[in-house]
């Protein structure tokens, strides 16, 4: 009896044991899932699903890992001397189809299916038998057919911001054919694509015309428009095998899946394109674009008409001056704001009244829709997520809030007013540009580029919050390093200095729904100190300090964290921590 | 007639002939003169777990002190729910790993269409004109009805009083609330995580806080349809209102909805027992009579055809029978005429 107890003790420790063991075990196994790398999350998964098209499949999607596919041909060159052709097809100029051992010709669902077993598992036959290690080889379906693969994609789409935009131009530097290395355009004389060799053939980005599936077109020659898939694996991923086969360690760039797709890689080229580029290198992507522009409505050739067949009246808003260049700096590609084509906005899709072109979002939406991205207003919000930025805005409203906020972007100056009037007469082609560049820069050279400011004496150093004292000791707020310590947030922001355009605009973040004034008025003028039983949208003094200030710092993201550089600093109080604010009275 | 209205309508015979004792469960009648009632909007995303509205109730309700302290955060790591010594108490979801906290805090409802009141027989619980569902523990006889019927599992007992054991749940501060005051809970919020006022204006306050803040809330107010609706409302921010371990699944019928018909229908059904034994026997001797009939009729008809199937049977043999004798006369006829012309010549002899 003993015995068995004592044998029970030891079982139940062992188990312990390897209960604990399990704990300490799986957060090992979630790291390391987390890296790319292991073999459970990966960038090279495809689903084999090409089935779907000819009805719904009898069998799971086969799970096919294509880097794990070339690495093995990589090991057996003796056995796979043709490399990629060993499992894709090229047509008669060399070029490579990118389905699996088929050209793009149509092909008849039983035939495709032929064509993956009969490849897939007579290679995987034709490695057992030389002795090498291989896939599947039986006939039991879910040897490949497995509805629970274990591994899980990690891919990431791929984005050519403009540091890797300017090192393969820079491979270009001294080509004939500069841009025409990739950048090509639709010749519809020759029926065919020609390169794109100058910075103003290019039409833009590869986006605007291969889109998410192949598109035909009926009546162009040819006909078929690549997806974006099919044109980007067809062209970058050939090239980069082609240079490297130029010579020894040519510098290339990747040709496996994760080498694009996969995150820790695209960190990996990131950090070289920081290292490689230099810094003052002039990173614009040129397509003829200009410094300076004025966003306005194209110039109708006929005045509207409304329905009872009256001329609609004119638009009645100032154009918008623009600083494209420093905007340009702002992004990474030409996509996030020109979406469809490098072209004006107004002229043919988003026309003032709408169009069918630009599904009809009218051009007045497409600049201040907020939720998106591409607009103006819609990039504008989510640079306000920005958390030295988030503190304020993430309580205010979003976009253009009030009509008095117009004027931030519709800028008017009394002196180019005549001037600014007489340009919306006349149409935006090359002659106007340049007159709309300069009154552009004119009228933003009124504007701010940092935030700035009362001086900094005569910000209050500290605030001391007393009246509603009750179980606590007043609050000392430290008000001239809260206002000094937001102000250093935005000191390199040109956008906080254009839109916060009076010294006490910063002020308001706090401040608000009230006049901007050195001498804003009490907090308690609009909130009352005790709570009323009648409902009432605008809290009372007590909720609206506690709202303001952790609101404020839970957006920051400095609730309970040291933010201050000096030592000994306190942490921010968390929203819990009441005696970090205000002492406890002594009862 | 529906079996339910049916029911109901032997309930309400009943109750007029039973002697005074109304045991009348609440219905959707009870709530329609409230449209003024009061309420509180908890907005999830204000809330800050500091406990301050469980320390203000204790106070206000005059309840026991709690083991740990109000001040102690630590509680908090553990899901609670109300109990006889805590109307109200505030839970720590996790709705996103990684993301800050979301708090919840937990107390009646106050339903507008009580399911506790609608199953306590006694009417120990009723809905008041403020909005508060309130208990009276001088009719309560201890059932604990209540504590299964309600939908949010909220009323709890004193199980450790011998003597006077009650249902103990939150009022709404109702005495509070007659005398002006806010409810102790709401009084004490720091961040107006609760609101106080008239139900309707709150609903539009939480609608404006939803529409003004795009994708920072669940597009849904709690409580606005939930059981038929309730005076407490509950905002709260995304991904949804189950992962701050709310019931989304509850329906907008309120529960004397579903069941008052019968409930109504127990005191009824015994107090017109003889006359619910009579009717039934009226019925079956009518249903007896109506079968006597009818089982007559049948016969009847049955005999009808019958004699009539018959008639015609009769009649097909007698036109047969005719046919027959008429044929045999025919031909009797013709063997005497024959007979008779052949007579002159053998006659002759004979």
Redesign the interface.
Known sequence: MKNGKRRIKALLAVLAICGMGGLTALPDGLVQADQQGSDKLRADIISIDAMQAYGTLSQPKVVFLHDKHTTALGKQKDLYKKECGTCHQSNKDGAMYLGFMRDDAPISGDKLRDVFHANCIGCHRDMTAAGQKTGPTDVQCKGCHNATPEESSNWQPLVVDKRLHYRHAATQEKADNKCGACHHVYDEAAGKTAAAAKPEQVPGSCTYCHGETTTVVSGRKPEKIRSLRLATHGECVTCHKATAATGKDVPTGPITCAGCHGPLDQKAIADTSMKKVAKDADLRIKRGQPDFAMVRPALAEKPALDAAGKPIKPYGMPPVPFDHKTHEAQNETCVSCHHAALTSCSEKCHTVAGAKEGGFVTLETAMHK??AGQSCAGCHVTAQKRPECAGCHTSM??GVGDVATCGSCHVKSDSLDAATAELMTKPADKSTATIAAGLAEKLLATKRTTTSTFPTDDIPDTVTIGSLSKDYEPSVLPHRKIVLSMLAGMKDSKLAGAFHATDAAVCQGCHHNSPATKTPPRCGNCHPAV?S?????R??L??AY??QC?GCH?AMGIDGKVVDKVSGAKPVPA??D?TGCHKEKKK | MKRRHFLGLLGAAGVTLSTGVSAKAASSADVKGLPNSFGVLFDASRCIGCRKCEAACNVVNELPQPAKPFDDLTVLDTVRRTDAKSYTIVNKYTPEAGKPPVFRKIQCNHCMEPACASACFVSAFKKSETGAVVYDASVCVGCRYCMVACPFGIPTYEYNKVLTPRVMKCTMCQPRILEGKLPGCVEACPKEALVFGKRRELLNIAWDRIGANAGRYVEHVYGEREMGGTNWLTIAPKPSFAAIGMDENLGTTSAPELTSGALAAVPAVAGIWPVLLTGLYAISKRKEKIAEAEKQEAVEQAIAKTSAEAAEKLAAELAKAEAASKRHTEAEVKKALEAAAKAPEGGEDA
Not at chain 1, 533 to 537: D, G, K, N, W
């Open positions: 907020v939720n409203k979003k709570e039983p009648v409902a009432s949208p809290p009372a007590k909720a506690h709202n952790m839970v929203a819990t009441c």
